[in-house]
């Protein structure tokens, strides 16, 4: 990489939220259209079973190998229609013997289904299909239970220590979907009537728009009962903000699968974080005013739900490129000031470390940041932070920073670009 220790400009700005940004109503391009949605159906296979690990087929070809007790396949989209589903040991084929499921099952366009294989292979493996229908609403988290041990008795599940919110759930039935607000919930497994606890389930973190199901599967006599929580349905919506760090460009309007999302953001602006639908998305950057069929940036980008990204447009016009940063949610926390570093500048050396000013390369607080990364988030004490970015392992400063005034309770992006000048630094706030 090249190093122009000399040519470094020693400065800081802090860049507001731009204003006058507009957002767009966007849809992924991952998204199918309803006709299309209509006429498939997804199915999902959980490995239940007191059997080893198996291999399942659809119609005579193999579709998911070396599935484990606990395991799941996560939903598999197929055309409406019934299928031959067959299970049978890893590695062997479906014929004979070797078939420990067999059975015809119709998955209907539209529907989804979790299939369960319970049993065991001396009594029988059985599938048990699972209609799941969720629709969380975006303030609230939904959970069903499904009580899939072929040989555990009725059970409650309770609160750990506290009342019962589930009564006598028999083999093999499952609850509803039970609507309740988003957050952590410590449960327990007891038998149906009694204080006695069979199964003790890890804490459940629980978030607002998201729909999911709990099934206890395994054997209560083998002592393989467990608890495995999968996700059915998560509607959180990506936060994706904007930054524009290609020195030479003038002002850019930035599109989304074709649909403006940013007009006229001058270098140095950091936009709000915008929400979005999860998918994935055509992200085209081009100069204010020219279209986009000018863009000077063109990437397929995908943006889960519930994440949150940072796309910055660096380098040079001749060399721009997009880099996305995956960040943390931008919560604040009490008495500290939270900070990111992110190395958004393909002119500084490739990995750099960022210390106090005059400490010793052992109190680094970020260590080897590379080109196209960010730190961990640091908590620090509010007041003036006086840091210097170095090469690596070394007392050799690059770039004095100058000093950032922190304040409780907010969250600090900085990063590190290149300027007209030289290698600078953008700090934003994020949240507070």
Do not use: C
Not at 126 to 137: K, R
Not at 250 to 257: F, I, R
Not at 378 to 393: H, W, Y
């Amino acid at each position: 990489m090249l190093e122009r220790p000399a040519s470094f400009r020693r400065t800081i700005t802090a860049i507001g939220t731009a204003t006058a940004l507009a957002a767009a109503a966007i849809a992924p391009s991952s998204v199918l259209a309803q006709d299309e949605m209509m006429d498939e159906a997804l199915v999902r296979i959980l490995h239940g079973a007191d059997a080893p690990n198996v291999d399942v087929y659809v119609d005579g070809a193999a579709a998911v190998t070396d599935l484990a007790f606990g395991a799941n396949t996560g939903y598999v989209s197929l055309p409406g229609g019934e299928y031959l589903i067959q299970v049978t040991p890893t590695g062997a084929a479906p014929e004979g013997d070797n078939v420990v499921v067999e059975a015809t099952v119709p998955f209907e366009a539209g529907t989804m289904t979790t299939v369960v294989a319970t049993g065991n292979l001396d009594d029988g493996i059985v599938p048990q299909l699972v209609p799941d229908t969720p629709a969380p609403p975006a303030d609230m988290t939904q959970v069903k239970v499904g009580h899939m041990s072929w040989d555990a008795p009725a059970v409650d599940i309770a609160a750990d220590g506290g009342d019962v919110i589930v009564p006598g759930l028999e083999f093999p039935n499952v609850t509803d979907y039970l609507t309740i607000p988003g957050g952590p919930y410590d449960l327990e497994v007891r038998v149906a009537g009694t204080t006695d606890v069979a199964l003790d389930i890890d804490e459940l973190d629980l978030q607002n728009g998201v729909a999911y199901s709990a099934y206890a599967i395994g054997s209560l006599a083998n002592s393989s009962l467990t608890v495995v929580p999968l996700v059915d349905l998560d509607n959180r919506p990506a936060n994706v903000r904007v930054a524009h760090f290609s020195p030479d460009a003038p002002g850019v309007d930035v599109y989304a699968n074709g649909n403006f999302v940013l007009a006229g953001v001058p270098f140095g602006t950091i936009s709000n974080y915008l929400e979005v639908p999860a998918g994935e998305y055509q992200i085209q950057v081009a100069p204010q005013g020219a279209g986009a069929d000018a863009a000077v940036i063109d990437a397929m980008l995908t943006f889960g739900p519930g994440t949150w990204t940072t796309v910055a447009a660096v380098g040079d016009v001749a060399d721009i490129q997009p880099l996305a940063f995956k960040d943390p949610a931008p919560i604040p926390a009490e008495g500290v000031a939270k900070v990111r570093a992110y190395h958004a500048s393909a002119d500084a050396p490739e990995r750099v470390d960022i210390a106090p000013d005059g400490a010793a390369k052992k109190k680094a607080v970020v260590r080897k940041l590379k080109f196209g990364k960010a730190s961990k988030v640091l908590e620090l004490p509010a007041g003036t932070v006086d840091l210097d970015i170095r090469q690596p392992n070394k007392k050799k400063v690059l770039l004095d920073i100058d000093p950032l005034d922190l304040e409780a309770g907010k969250v600090y992006s900085v990063f590190a670009v290149t300027g007209l000048e030289g290698v600078t630094v953008i700090a934003n706030v994020d949240a507070e």
